[in-house]
């Protein structure tokens, strides 16, 4: 194993060489520019099998990737914020055709205003769309999702496109030392491509996307539900034989840290759970009790998980880097259903929006918040705008 | 259209009504449904129609395949297109019929063998549910609106002619259609992503190529009459078939009647009019 | 190969649900016939989509594949990659799609996949309009046609602009192969598409089809049609290979009214229009003809 300093991209780029994807199509953009080109070098540098098309815009990007994964080839593709919103549309597809795509998502802010930096509404949109979304905090995490990913996506059991996701600037372009997965190590773990399904092939004719009546539908949904259901395992298995082979253990579904006896617990997604790490050990060090709960599988969501740790603590905030208009974070809505019917004060933290930084201080803030709704029981404030100014605070 | 003239009837009569097709993607010419509630009271219901007081059948090739009558209230009543009588037409049951040769009215006042005016007139007749000439408003308004005032006179012109030659009477029936049979597999059974693949079902084969148990046949009003002695097999009929239901034998055509939708084509192009088309 | 030499198997079946008398229909029929077994289809939302492929049942007999509307040719790269990843190569990859989802909705994949120069046919059916909504207006719809979203009103009928240009469009991409046919000329149509199943990289089709239903002439005219719109010069029969233009068929310059007479479509049209549409015509054959001549 190598260890290497490289950036988040570089690290996504470098997951899908080394998991043998054979067709990539993309198209850039700030900031997942750098994923397209470090593949594009990997394939003219002779470091890399792949068909790359350089695709005109996102749209074709995706659909690209859905037939050549329906014509049964491993594929890769990435993207960010308005190239994602213009995939959109074929999003819902490769997942009803079942197809085991894997896409790295740089999160990044979604017009208007425009704004390159980091944020999580531009996926927001696609949490229904049948995409496994999986959100990392470091660039090791990045490499390895990657190849996870393909474990989870392919074979029957799931057979459902996953999103990697990856905070933007904060990830993306951020160097940190990543241990480089060798290609004989990538292959023992990412098995070859088998398509699983029905796929295109002159010499065994099937139909992939048939226009389809209304006594088919419910039970093709209804399949795919249970194949995200199924995810939940996949995942679970997917991250143990990764970690008995390479030692690193990412934590599955979600990632708690000193939660078992914490009064106040925050849950985060994406590079925020970083640095709320930090300020959980520091915070413990002076005697408070509170917890982290890196929330790293969006869908599959971790609703009996996080209920467990939910029925154990005095309160919970969830910290959410994008807002549904109206109603709240996206992650605290979630969460909200998750623990229905339970007596536990919860506080949403809207926060980081359009790269705003997400500092030490603003964690401590939350956690502060936190632990005074854990002691009183009573929370003052549903949601917080974090340092906006003009807002209570 | 129909369904929707006959709610716009009713409406007039100032009634409650409302009308809407099965929500099919067939094209022009395909068996379709559509229904039409009358109350005169606001409608809430917003499913299809299980219990009819009555059925309209345009095409009367259905009754071979289609259990027509399947949920028809007692003391209901069935309109066909038929030349014939109704005592000849066998529903497989006994109720009150009534036919009509709506293909012929509408091809005398159209030119062309589009029943769906002509049929109203006959169910106006046959049940009184509306009058014939809340028909021929409703007609104009909604063939009018979309085809123009001309189209719309024409159309209730055919479904007054339409009343005046519908037989009402009593059928009597035997006929047993055996349960309609569709491949309705569960979540088991259906295939992953719908994939189109190849299956021998109990309803029949499934996947590529299976259209072929769509038999279009029934689409047609007229039919094409191949005269050998004429042909010259120039393979020109076989080239513009839209169906591919024309084959090419040793020394003659072959025409497929399951199949025929009765455009006429290969008439109009034969270069030896060696096709006629008949009804 | 002649007509006699088409095989007899269909790879796109009867029991299909197309209206009666349906050109697209026999264009596909017949295209299939001259590609052949080892052929792939993509095909996008359109009238095509619904008559030969509503599950479970399939007119094909080949791979089929729908996506979405707009990204035929998206989906005809990433198939035709996927066969290179395979070592298919010997397929030939077909996009097939309306006028809408070629000239309007789906130009920018077309156009990106031409210019990558990506190895597929693609074949665009041209019933001038968007059938499989109900007859709205297309880039590709006729001046002065009627449809339902260009209808006709006390103050404006029918389509404002001309035709868009769409092989012009395609010419100009510098592909190895660009060809219009008809289903009224049989054996132009087979050289056509055995001309380009046998070549390699992008080529392109389009193959006019009339529809009676949308054009609102008789089931029976369909052919008919088709034949008076290359006497008319309403289309004309062209290829370019290589970048070598050949006119296939001089029009005979029928006048236009006699091509729109036989349409329900151009009933409206007031004489001073259908001047202004055998204006077009004119100039469009006489510009086709100049054109052919300079990429000799
Ligand atoms: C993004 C999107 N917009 C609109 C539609 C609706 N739509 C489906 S088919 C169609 C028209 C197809 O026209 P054309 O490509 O000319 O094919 P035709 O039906 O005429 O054969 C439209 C507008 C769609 N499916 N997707
Ligand atoms: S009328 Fe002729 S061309 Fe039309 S479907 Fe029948 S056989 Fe084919
Ligand atoms: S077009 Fe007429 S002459 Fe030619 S093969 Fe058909 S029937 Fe015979
Ligand atoms: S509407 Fe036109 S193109 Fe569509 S199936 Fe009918 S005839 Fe063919
Ligand atoms: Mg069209």
Redesign the pocket.
């Given at each position: 194993m190598v260890s290497k300093i490289c950036t988040g991209n570089y690290a996504a780029a470098y997951g899908s060489m080394r998991s043998r994807a054979r067709t990539v199509a993309a198209y850039p953009i700030t900031p997942q520019t750098f994923i397209v080109e470090h593949i594009s070098e990997f394939i003219n540098n002779g470091e890399m099998d792949c068909e790359y098309i350089e695709v005109e815009s996102e749209h074709t990007a995706m659909s690209a990737c859905v037939s050549a994964s329906a014509s049964g080839v491993r594929t890769f593709t990435a993207t960010s914020s308005q190239g994602l919103a213009l995939m959109h549309e074929i999003l819902p597809i490769a997942s009803g055709m079942r197809l085991p795509v894997v896409m790295a998502v740089v999160n990044r802010s979604i017009a208007s205003p425009i704004n390159i930096w980091v944020e999580h509404n531009d996926i927001m949109p696609e949490r229904d769309s049948g995409w496994i979304q999986v959100f990392c905090d470091n660039n090791q995490e990045v490499q390895d999702m990657i190849l996870q990913a393909y474990r989870i996506a392919e074979g029957k059991r799931v057979a459902l496109p996953v999103a990697v996701c990856l905070d933007a600037f904060i990830l993306s372009h951020t160097v940190e030392p990543v241990d480089l997965i060798e290609q004989d190590a990538a292959d023992k773990y990412v098995p070859e491509f088998s398509p699983t399904g029905a796929i295109l092939d002159p010499d065994d004719v099937a139909a992939v996307g048939v226009f389809t009546p209304p006594d088919y539908m419910m039970e093709c949904r209804w399949q795919t539900d249970k194949a995200m259901r199924n995810a939940v395992e996949a995942i679970g298995e997917a991250n143990e034989v990764f970690a008995k082979q390479f030692g690193r253990d990412h934590g599955g579904m979600i990632d708690p840290y000193m939660v078992d006896d914490a009064e106040a617990v925050l849950v985060t997604m994406g590079t925020a759970s970083s640095t709320a790490h930090e300020v959980v050990d520091e915070m413990r060090a002076k005697g408070k009790k509170v917890g982290l709960v890196k929330l790293r599988f969006w869908r599959p969501y971790p609703s009996e998980l996080l209920r467990a740790i939910a029925e154990k603590v005095k309160a919970v905030g969830v910290f959410d880097r994008a807002v549904s208009y109206g109603i709240g974070g996206p992650s605290y809505i979630e969460f909200r259903n998750a623990v229905f019917g339970l007596d536990l004060p919860v506080m949403n933290f809207i926060g980081g929006l359009g790269g705003r930084d997400v500092s030490l201080q603003d964690v401590r803030f939350m956690y502060e918040k936190l632990l005074e709704a854990a002691r009183t029981g009573v929370v003052k404030r549903d949601i917080t705008w974090m340092g906006t100014r003009g807002v209570e605070q | 259209m129909a369904a929707q003239a006959l709610a716009s009837a009713a409406h007039a009569e100032g009634g409650y009504a409302t009308a809407f097709p099965f929500f099919g993607a067939e094209r022009r010419g395909a068996p379709v449904l559509a229904f039409t509630r009358i109350d005169d009271k606001r409608i809430y219901r917003k499913t299809q129609v299980y219990e009819p007081d009555f059925v309209v059948v345009l095409d009367e090739g259905l009754l071979e395949t289609v259990n027509v009558v399947e949920g028809l209230k007692d003391g209901g009543a069935v309109v066909v297109n038929s030349v014939r009588s109704p005592e000849e037409i066998d529903v497989g049951i006994d109720a009150k019929l009534a036919t009509v040769d709506a293909t012929s009215v509408a091809l005398e006042v159209l030119k062309r063998p589009a029943t769906n005016s002509s049929i109203l007139g006959a169910l106006s007749k046959a049940t009184g549910i509306v009058s014939i000439e809340s028909i021929e408003k409703g007609i104009m308004q909604v063939f009018g609106d979309r085809l123009g005032e001309k189209v719309g006179e024409r159309n209730a012109k055919a479904a007054r002619i339409a009343y005046d030659r519908t037989v009402v009477g009593e059928s009597h029936g035997s006929r047993v259609l055996k349960a309609s049979n569709k491949w309705l597999p569960d979540v088991r059974e259906l295939p992953m992503g719908v994939a189109g693949i190849s299956l021998d079902t109990d309803a029949g084969a499934v996947g590529p190529g299976s259209f072929l148990e769509n038999k279009t046949g029934s689409w047609?009003v007229f039919?094409?009459e191949y005269d050998g002695e004429k042909c010259t097999m120039c393979n020109f009929?076989w080239f513009?078939?839209?169906?591919g239901?024309?084959y090419r034998k040793e020394d003659r055509m072959e025409?497929d009647m399951d199949y025929?939708?009765?455009?006429?084509?290969?008439?109009n192009e034969c270069p030896a009019e060696a096709i006629k088309?008949v009804r | 190969m002649k007509l006699k030499e088409l095989p007899d198997e269909e790879l796109f079946t009867r029991g299909h649900t197309a209206c009666?008398?349906c050109g697209a229909a026999v264009a596909v029929r017949n295209l299939m016939k001259v590609l052949g077994k080892r052929t792939m289809v993509v095909n996008p939302a359109c009238c095509l989509l619904i008559f030969g492929a509503t599950y479970p049942y399939l007119a094909w007999k080949v791979p089929f594949h729908h996506v979405a509307f707009e990204n035929t040719a998206a989906c005809a790269t990433g198939m035709s990659r996927a066969m290179k990843v395979r070592g298919k190569e010997d397929t030939v990859v077909m996009g097939i799609a309306g006028d809408g989802g070629t000239a309007d909705i789906g130009i920018q994949a077309l156009s990106g996949a031409a210019e990558r120069n990506e190895d597929m046919l693609y074949v665009m059916y041209d019933n001038e309009a968007y059938m499989n909504t109900g007859i709205q207006r297309s880039g590709s719809t006729p001046f002065g046609a009627w449809t339902t979203t260009t209808p006709v009103g006390k103050v404006k009928a029918g389509k404002a602009d001309f035709k868009k240009d769409m092989p012009l469009i395609m010419m100009a991409h510098n592909v190895p192969y660009v060809a219009t046919a008809s289903i009224g000329n049989i054996q132009d149509f087979i050289n056509k598409f055995e001309k380009a199943r046998n070549m390699k990289g992008f080529r392109y089709i389009q193959v006019f089809t009339p529809c009676p239903t949308g054009w609102r002439h008789d089931t029976a005219k369909t052919i008919e049609v088709a034949k008076l719109a290359v006497d008319t010069g309403m289309w004309t029969l062209y290829e370019c290979e290589n970048g070598k233009v050949k006119i296939n068929r001089k029009p005979k310059m029928t006048p236009v009214s006699e091509y729109l007479k036989v349409q329900g479509r151009f009933r409206h049209m007031k004489e001073e229009d259908v001047r202004k549409l055998q204006d077009w015509v004119t100039s469009k054959w006489e510009a086709d003809e100049r054109y052919a001549q300079c990429r000799q």
């Open positions: - | 047609k039919h094409p009929c513009y078939c839209p169906e239901c024309i025409f025929c939708k009765g455009c006429g084509i290969c008439a088309m | 009666a008398g």
